[in-house]
């Protein structure tokens, strides 16, 4: 948004309810007339319930659940994450402009924001289905002080997190199905696509990609996904602010995020299990050559999963190599 309409945005923000003259905002903000009357327009062409009333002068009457970085911004608490934010009305996929901001030195803490991803990624190589207006599409940018095997549990934490989010914003209780996808009776609501710039030693950034389907209806999916996904407005019964959600999340992540740089894993990990709808349950492990059947028992420190096979041996899943499927 351009700083004229930004500075008109928040001046009928803070008056609210009450009513701006044109006059005042001319004077304030140095411009004619025509100007204010442009960028007003422009708003309203943005979801912006705007009244102007002759003598009174303007009254901002409702704001649209656009992700734009004005909204996610008004009243967001967060040290770091999601304070520099770039959106997209479309975008072929956010974490692959994500991985170039990042290259680039982008801050800590960055986030692209998509209304629509023409190529959406999945994990393992899949699509993303990524409705307009619908769902939450986005991707941040951080430098962890970690190793590169200590990547996975960031993951986790961006489930629980989402997690967390979902079930305060929206009363839907949702569930973490190994290793990062949420499920509502069995079917995704959310996918998480984390991609790594490491060396041996040290991550230089990681982005973390994630994709909430919120508003969508049956429709809205392509065939072959309609199936296992669902939404959150199908469950809610009500149409979910995805402003107020992403929010709910940014807050959520960074404290998890905090709380494990000063106390280590174990608290994140111990919540993502209480959360988790994959453990203590039959699961069967694929990789594109082979699957196993076997008992999830646990996950262990570094977010891999251990699944007992029949035999009694001990298997030990890493998330970039293998799918898991909940059997019946
Ligand atoms: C999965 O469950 O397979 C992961 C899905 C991740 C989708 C999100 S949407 C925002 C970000 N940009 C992408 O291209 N993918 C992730």
């Not at 943005?46 to 901002?60: D, K, Q, T, V």
């Not at 970690?146 to 960031?154: G, H, T, Y």
Request: with cysteine.
């Amino acid at each position: 948004m351009d700083l004229l309409k930004d500075t008109i945005l928040r001046l009928l923000r803070e008056r609210s309810p009450e009513y701006v003259s044109g006059e005042e905002i001319c004077r304030l903000l140095n411009v004619t007339r025509t100007a204010v009357w442009k960028h007003i327009q422009a708003l309203r062409e943005n979801g912006y319930g705007i009244e102007a009333r002759s003598r009174a002068g303007y009254l901002l009457t409702g704001v649209p659940d656009k992700l734009f970085p004005e909204e996610i911004g008004q009243g967001l608490s967060t040290r770091f994450l999601g304070r520099n934010i770039l959106y997209c009305d479309s975008v072929p996929s956010t974490n692959n402009l994500a991985k170039e901001l990042a290259a680039q030195g982008a801050a800590d803490g960055t986030m692209v924001v998509a209304e629509e991803q023409s190529g959406g990624k999945g994990r393992l190589g899949r699509h993303w289905s990524s409705a307009k207006y619908k769902g939450i599409f986005f991707t941040f940018i951080l430098y962890p002080p970690l190793i590169p095997s200590e990547a996975n549990v960031l993951t986790l934490m961006t489930a629980v997190a989402m997690a967390e989010a979902v079930r305060n914003e929206t009363g839907v209780a949702a569930g973490i199905k190994w290793p990062n996808d949420l499920l509502v009776d069995g079917k995704k609501i959310c996918g998480i696509l984390v991609e790594l710039s490491a060396e041996m030693e040290r991550i230089n950034y990681m982005v973390v990609g994630v994709g909430v389907n919120v508003n969508q209806e049956e429709n809205d999916f392509p065939e072959v996904v309609r199936l296992n996904a669902t939404s959150l407005k199908a469950h809610a019964g009500r149409v979910i602010s995805r402003v107020k959600l992403l929010q709910a999340f940014l807050k959520e992540f960074e404290k998890w995020y905090d709380i494990s740089l000063e106390q280590g894993f174990a608290p994140v990990l111990a919540r993502w299990k209480e959360m988790s709808v994959s453990l203590n349950c039959p699961v069967r492990i694929s990789t594109p050559n082979k699957s196993w059947d076997g008992w999830a028992e646990d996950i262990d420190s570094d977010g891999a999963l251990l699944v007992r096979l029949p035999g009694g041996e001990l298997k030990r899943a890493i998330s970039g190599e293998v799918s898991l499927r909940l059997s019946e």
